[in-house]
């Protein structure tokens, strides 16, 4: 799976994140959160 920065495309991740166990939904949400700090940085 690709992550893109696109607000559509967060959106349709986190819905479906919502169907994912919450185990791995919180995996999931660590990998968004550190891919947007990423860019974040290099956007600097």
């Known amino acids: ?5 696109e607000p559509a495309d967060a959106e349709q991740r986190d819905q ?3 169907d994912l166990p919450s185990d791995e939904r919180s995996r999931t949400k ?3 959160l ?3 700090e990423n860019a974040a940085l290099i956007d600097r």
């Open 1 to 5: 799976m690709q992550a893109r920065d």
């Open 16 to 18: 479906a994140d919502r």
């Open 30 to 32: 660590r990998v968004a």
């Open 34 to 36: 550190r891919s947007t």
